[in-house]
Structure formats: structure tokens, C-alpha cells
């Protein structure tokens, strides 16, 4: 998987370096799908710490810069969902979404990481297969 965008330290993650670089979190979330109601429980890091371990590049001289911002996360099958960053910063939103490296305890090392979204009802920004995660500006 891709970090890239407006961070300091662009990097390529494996499923194993985001389950032993990164502190690890699970959750139980359930949501409406094509097929009906999924229950999952999901562990891996917050795509919050994984964002931050990597600085992202807000300017310190306006003011809430970070409010601005936005994540891409980009699938292998072309799949995008876009999250905001102030609603996985922990001093705005703090949604604990995640990229998951195991799924009901199954690893996620061969199909990749998956994005969670465990405040949306619906499960349409739960990614799967992640290959790549950007932080962009999404003013003017």
C-alpha cells in the first residue's frame, strides 16, 4: 500500500508493517451491504496514527489548516472512498476508522488492507484491498 500526498514521508506498507509498526485497535462494527446487515470484526491500526507517523505537511500559519483536508483511499479494483480528516482527528470527529490487516480474525496479508468506517450505517466507504491512501487539500 501507497502513503503519498501532502505528508513528509511518503511510504510503501505491507499488511505486516501496518500490524507491528503501528499500535493495534479492533472493533465489532455492523452495516448495510448489497447482500443485507454484515457484522465484522475488524483489527489493525487507526488511519489516523498512520497518517500522523508519516507528518502530514498542514501549514502552521492558517489557522485549523488540517479542516482542509482530505483522504483518498484508492482500491486495487479502482474502488475510491474519501473520508475527511478532521473526522478521523481525534480533536474533531474522532472516528476510529482503520486499516485493517485481519477481518474476523483472518489476515488481510494477501487481499490487502481494509479501510473501516464504523459510524456510517451503510458500507460503502469500508475499502477494501487497499493499495493506496493520499492525503490531499480539498479547498480552493
Do not use: C
Amino acid at each position: 500500500m501507497l502513503l503519498l500526498g501532502r505528508i513528509a514521508h511518503p511510504l510503501v506498507l505491507s499488511v505486516n508493517d501496518l500490524a507491528t509498526r503501528y499500535p493495534q485497535h479492533t472493533q465489532t462494527v455492523t452495516f448495510q451491504s448489497g447482500a443485507g446487515p454484515q457484522t465484522h470484526t475488524y483489527t489493525g491500526p487507526l488511519l489516523y496514527d498512520v497518517l500522523q507517523a508519516a507528518k502530514p505537511s498542514f501549514r502552521a500559519d492558517v489557522k485549523n489548516d488540517s479542516l482542509r483536508y482530505a483522504v483518498v483511499v484508492h482500491a486495487s479494483d479502482n474502488y475510491e472512498s474519501v473520508v475527511s480528516f478532521p473526522e478521523i482527528d481525534p480533536g474533531f470527529g474522532n472516528t476510529a476508522s482503520l486499516l485493517a490487516v485481519t477481518e474476523d480474525g483472518k489476515s488481510l496479508a494477501t487481499a490487502g488492507p481494509r479501510l473501516t468506517a464504523p459510524k456510517d450505517t451503510k458500507g460503502g466507504r469500508y475499502v477494501s484491498n487497499v493499495v493506496a491512501v493520499a492525503l490531499v487539500r480539498a479547498g480552493l
